[in-house]
């Protein structure tokens, strides 16, 4: 009986640590998974009776969910917390952007076995939870096509800097084409078919080719649903606020102006937007432009011509992380154009699932923090893009939370 009592109070054990874990490797995610005031890197910390709530740090966290699945850290109970980067303890062979262990333990007063000398004994059970590397390339870029050759095209004397990775899902003998005396330094580059690299070209790492077709991260990503029109064939010029809603015939925006547009969803239905003369300026915080087709022609992205561009997506909600959006349906060799050096700044993801792009942006010393999920993607020029840790910026995120241990 003393046994089976003992096995029980091992299950509740094991069950609050694992939820205990998961609880704070999942407030680590959502708090950017670097040591700090809230994500806490400690070891052999022992869980307060009555644990903050709601929790302020990663072992408030663990605490809170061991309390309220049977281990509240009180008399004859105890919680002990752990956490750190790299290696957990329990479990070195994984590697974690940060892990938290869980140990949960009970001393038991014995019944029956007293007659034997054993007036009590411990049961204890113990989890680690982590970050785990989910994104394994790090990726930035995408090429969607499965079939062409050139999906990712460099030519000329471009140079692409990346602390990130390429993923390129074509299956093409040319897939990956990079030509001239271009150079493309990158993280990771994997292709699903096979690379021409120019002898006079400088790409590092060398390709990894053979790879299987990585899916579209994006690939669940409702597309938004609209009727009616709130505006019709919008040509902007001047100081002018805009709001969201949806702009059948698109919007031209006239040389000189400059637009601001207000945070929310901007559905382009028809038209698409275009950019093209100098000396205009554009700039939205928190914004989605959702580019479609019902009833009116359909037009590309074109922001070029030395525009000054500043724009970031959304940080939270259904289009987290997501600027620019391509209707599915929408399957045209027609290309956008986006990007013109250090006077256009882009923070966040630009998927066109079915679209072609021409991409420039930034400048060794301006960076962009966005990905780049396309159909085909042409390089012209310099680019510059740098990795988003968290997946906040780009709405991909890099890690998942699991069980280690």
Same mark, same amino acid.
């Given at each position: ?30 708090? +950017? ?42 008399? =004859? ?32 007063? $014995? ?14 059970? /113990? ?16 090429? $969607?096509?499965? @079939? ?29 084409? *990079? ?5 493309? /330094? ?12 120019? =002898? ?20 669940? @990503? ?23 809603? *949806? ?51 359909? #037009?590309?992205?074109?922001?070029? +011509? ?34 013109? #050096? ?5 923070? +966040? ?18 960076? $962009? ?7 085909? $993607? ?14 906040? @910026? ?8 699991? @069980?280690?241990?």
């Amino acid at each position: 009986m003393d046994t089976g009592y003992g096995y029980f109070i091992k299950q509740v054990a094991q069950a609050a640590s694992d939820s205990a874990a998961m609880a704070g490797a999942a407030m680590a995610q959502s708090s +950017g998974g670097v040591c700090g005031a809230t994500v806490l890197c400690q070891s052999d910390t022992v869980c307060a009776a009555n644990p903050t709530s709601p929790p302020v740090t990663t072992f408030d966290a663990a605490c809170l969910y061991a309390k309220v699945n049977g281990f509240p850290s009180t008399g =004859n109970q105890k919680v002990i917390i752990s956490g750190g980067t790299g290696k957990p303890p329990s479990n070195s062979g994984v590697t974690a952007s940060y892990w938290i262990t869980v140990t949960a333990t009970q001393t038991l007063a $014995l019944g029956f076995s007293r007659i034997l000398g054993f007036n009590t004994a411990a049961v204890s059970a /113990q989890a680690t939870s982590g970050l785990i590397q989910s994104n394994s390339s790090g990726g930035c870029m995408w090429i $969607l096509d499965p @079939l062409i050759n050139s999906a990712f095209n460099e030519s000329g004397s471009g140079n692409v800097h990346a602390n990130c990775g390429i993923i390129v899902n074509s299956s093409g003998a040319g897939a990956l084409n *990079v030509s001239g005396s271009a150079v493309l /330094q990158v993280s990771a580059l994997k292709v699903v078919g096979g690379a021409v690299l120019s =002898n006079n070209s400088t790409v590092s790492p060398t390709p990894i080719i053979g790879i299987s077709p990585v899916d579209d991260p994006f690939a669940t @990503l409702p597309a938004p649903t609209f009727s009616g029109c709130d505006y019709v064939n919008l040509q902007p010029h001047g100081t002018v606020t805009l709001s969201p809603g *949806v702009y059948c015939g698109g919007l031209k925006i006239a040389a000189g102006s400059t637009i601001t547009f207000n945070s929310g969803l901007y559905i382009l239905n028809g038209g698409g937007l275009m950019v093209s003369s100098n000396n205009a300026t554009l700039n939205g915080t928190e914004v989605t432009f959702y580019n479609t087709s019902s009833g009116y022609s359909f #037009g590309t992205f074109a922001i070029t +011509g030395g525009a000054t561009v500043n724009f970031t997506a959304p940080r939270s909600g259904t289009y987290k992380g997501v600027l620019f959006f391509q209707d599915r349906n929408i399957n045209t060799s027609a290309n956008n154009a986006i990007g013109g #050096g250090a006077s256009q700044n882009y923070t +966040g993801s630009i998927y066109l699932p079915t679209g072609y792009l021409t991409f420039v942006g930034g400048s060794q010393t301006h960076s $962009l923090t966005a990905a780049l999920i396309v159909k085909n $993607l042409n390089i012209s020029g310099d680019a510059y893009l740098e990795r988003d840790p968290t997946g906040d @910026l780009i709405g991909i995120p890099q890690t998942t939370v699991g @069980l280690i241990q």
